[in-house]
């Protein structure tokens, strides 16, 4: 295990968070246009144009893999998209032909030049962010490592043209239609974002590795889409995720990893912050406001409760309507039996009843006391037994349902009808009113008044 | 002249039979919209692997036992395909979000695996970072075994289902309609991928089984407008690719087979781009339906 040291540690982070930063725009961007494999499709063309760069220039100088992973990347762009329309095949199997073709090409190419230099496939795949900060540059006296200068000016240029093209990013991500009336050329928007995305990939797949940028480019990007429908939004906290991540997945791998497996060295940190990435996407996943897990299960309950709770309130209306009474274990019973809500619902909606002050009696003291309905409770079961017994006479009525077949079709809608939709059912349904008093429903029922 | 000995027999005869189990998947899944699945499902692995190896060693195995590890790889590809449907359905996301989801952070919990296993004392890696780009000469009668049941299952669940996968791939909504179950069907293609998957892993790698899941299936797309027929043209192209690739690699001193194998396959691919009689571009550029 080694310890945490700001000086290495620090630029470890700092180099991934730069990268985050750097994908956040055009991750956004592939996010909303759903073109998110196309980064997976471009940072597989970096060893190919890696091994492209090294056949040309026969050095391993970083300028001409920076080159030949520059060109690869934009002929996977552009060329999947051409294949695409010139073959009239899908997009994404056009993708998927073009760069597993170049990525084969590339493998022997490497294999081909092994004894001449040493090109390893697992580097640019994995990157080597660990080794980063020993490979320093000297900016206005200060030594930097070269990936951090690498990145950051990549995050830089991306930042700069997002705020001098937002307008036309914005309308071509979410509608290129628009921006083509609009005169916006979203081809050309959509070729600066990609070129964008290929440049940010090449830049970091020395750092972070070129398969793990696919993770930086997306999950953030998805990530911060479940909070927000703003592609500022998206793109702002896109970027703090990554950051989050950044940090989180190196302590993991320096930190973690060499304690959970005997005797080990630290994990990979680029793999550990694509990791974390996942798991802060399965996070959000649970807590988003709207779509997240929790929330649905919170609204889902919530619901089953209220119904629950107006399902007991007419169970005990119509009991009393035949002057009968139950206690609190029975009652729960019938709505388990009757109207199948689950246990711990019933539970909790009995509970509720007596705590709103619907129902008198029938306290925790004495659990076989009969409970009856209070006056405010009187009046809100027959508010739902009048929308159920109305919606019977409309759909026997109106729809021509058979008596029998209305019933469950009633006891779902009595829960959405409110007064206005009562008075509604009555004029719809030729009710008529000066005789309203006797108006019984398709079983005979009374139909009960509606609360002054 | 080629060196016909055993060992190029069994590569080649592996690579031909996942060729053609390939070629069947892959059709299935370039009509089914889902081409890039295979990619996604394949980087899925690497964690399935190292978690397999560790396994292994946990329970006082080598680590070494190929058995589990394909069944681990087997494992963490469907808990990547399942990965990207639970995504899809619960973030309302599109298909290739959650692919690109399931790829990045499964591959990446693998690449961080393998760095541990790596560096712990026992781990002489045995051999994990093949799976990776592939390493098919090192493949021995059970591979050839595995391919030849994973064909053999392609072949069967193609013939025997022939009628339920046409209309799965061209009429979803019709096939539901008369009480199909599409979701049965789909989770099917994709157990038949994920085996292709598997049996691939030793020829051509993890990142690389996607061509031939996609390449043959997109070729006889362009050279036939038939389920039947593109089944078979697939399936052949698959097999040719598989043992023309072999050929070449036999060719030079150091060409690594399951590269060949793909680029043999993308040849096949851009000639039939040509020179397809209805959908070639020369043939459309003559109707002057460019």
């Known amino acids: 295990m080694t310890s945490w040291t700001w000086a290495v540690d620090g630029w470890i982070v700092a180099i991934s968070a730069l990268c985050a930063v750097a994908c956040a725009v055009p991750g956004a961007f592939l996010v909303v246009r759903r073109n998110a494999m196309l980064a997976d499709a471009v940072s597989h063309a970096v060893l190919p144009g890696i091994a492209l760069g090294f056949l040309v220039s026969g050095t391993r100088d970083p300028l001409w893999m920076f080159l030949g992973a520059a060109l690869a990347g934009v002929v996977v762009a552009v060329g999947s998209g051409a294949l695409a329309r010139l073959g009239r095949i899908d997009p994404g199997a056009a993708m998927g032909i073009t760069f597993t073709t170049m990525f084969a090409i590339g493998l022997i190419v490497i294999v081909q030049v092994a004894d001449k230099v040493d090109l390893d496939p697992s580097c640019v795949l994995y990157g080597a962010v660990e080794l980063a900060p020993l490979d320093t540059v000297s900016l206005m006296g200060a030594s930097i490592p070269r990936a951090a200068v690498v990145l950051g000016s990549v995050c830089a240029a991306n930042i700069l043209v997002a705020i001098l093209l937002w307008k036309e990013i914005l309308v071509t991500a979410f509608d290129p239609a628009l921006a083509g009336t609009l005169g916006m050329r979203p081809k050309w928007i959509e070729g600066i974002v990609l070129g964008m995305a290929a440049a940010t990939c090449v830049a970091a797949f020395e750092s972070v590795g070129s398969i793990l940028v696919v993770a930086m480019m997306i999950i953030p990007a998805a990530s911060a889409r479940l909070f927000s429908d703003r592609l500022g939004g998206v793109v702002a906290c896109a970027m703090a995720t990554g950051i989050v991540a950044a940090f989180a997945g190196h302590w993991l791998a320096s930190s973690v990893a060499p304690m959970v497996v005997a005797g080990g060295r630290d994990a990979s940190t680029a793999g550990s912050v694509a990791a974390s990435l996942g798991a802060i996407f399965v996070a959000c996943l649970m807590v988003a406001p709207r779509r997240g897990i929790l929330r649905r299960g919170v609204d889902r309950a919530r619901l089953a409760l209220r119904i629950a709770r107006e399902d007991a309130l007419g169970l005990l209306w119509r009991l009393d309507e035949d002057g009968r009474r139950v206690g609190v274990r029975e009652l729960r019973d019938l709505l388990i039996g009757g109207a199948q809500t689950r246990p711990w619902i019933a539970r909790i909606a009995v509970r509720a009843l007596s705590h709103d002050g619907l129902v008198e009696g029938g306290s925790s003291a004495g659990r076989r006391d009969a409970i009856a309905l209070s006056d405010r409770g009187r009046r809100e079961g027959a508010a739902l037994v009048r929308s159920h017994r109305l919606w019977e006479l409309y759909l026997t009525r109106k729809l021509a349902l058979a008596p029998d077949h209305v019933h469950d079709t009633a006891m779902k809608l009595e829960h959405v009808t409110d007064a206005a939709m009562r008075e509604r059912l009555v004029r719809e349904g030729e009710i008529d009113l000066s005789r309203q008093r006797e108006a019984s429903d398709p079983h005979g029922r009374r139909i009960p008044d509606d609360a002054p | ?290």
Request: hydrophobic share 60%; charged share 10%; net charge positive.
């Open chain 2, 1 to 290: 002249m080629i060196g016909l000995d055993y060992n190029t027999l069994v590569v080649a005869g592996a690579s031909a039979l996942l060729g053609t189990a390939g070629g069947l998947a892959g059709t299935l899944m370039l009509l089914r919209k889902r081409a890039l699945m295979g990619d996604a499902l394949g980087h899925a692995t690497l964690p399935g692997i190292a978690v397999a190896y560790l396994a292994s060693l946990a329970l006082g195995g080598s680590g070494k036992e190929v058995w589990a590890l394909m069944l681990g790889a087997g494992a963490g590809g469907l808990a990547g395909v399942v990965g990207v449907a639970a995504i899809r359905r619960i973030a309302r996301v599109s298909e290739d979000t959650a692919m690109a989801i399931v790829l990045g952070s499964f591959f990446g919990l693998g690449a961080a695996l393998l760095t541990v296993i790596q560096a712990s004392p026992q781990g002489n890696q045995a051999g994990l970072s093949t799976f990776v780009t592939g390493h098919a000469a090192s493949m021995v009668r059970s591979d050839l075994d595995l391919a030849m049941a994973v064909a053999l299952v392609c072949i069967l669940v193609v013939l025997a289902l022939s009628k339920e996968l046409r209309l799965l791939c061209f009429d979803e909504p019709f096939a539901k309609a008369i009480g199909r179950s599409t979701k049965c069907l789909d989770a099917l293609v994709l157990l038949v991928v994920t085996g292709v998957v598997i049996a691939g892993l030793q020829a051509v790698g993890l990142i690389l089984i996607l061509a031939l899941l996609v390449i043959p299936a997109a070729t006889a797309r362009l050279l036939t407008d038939r389920f039947g027929a593109m089944l078979v043209i697939a399936a052949a192209l698959g097999a040719a690719s598989g043992i023309g690739g072999t050929i070449a690699s036999s060719l030079g001193p150091s060409l690594p087979t399951g590269p060949c194998i793909v680029v043999v396959a993308a040849a096949i691919f851009a000639a039939a781009l040509l020179v397809a009689p209805r959908n070639g571009l020369i043939a459309r550029a003559a109707g002057g339906r460019l």
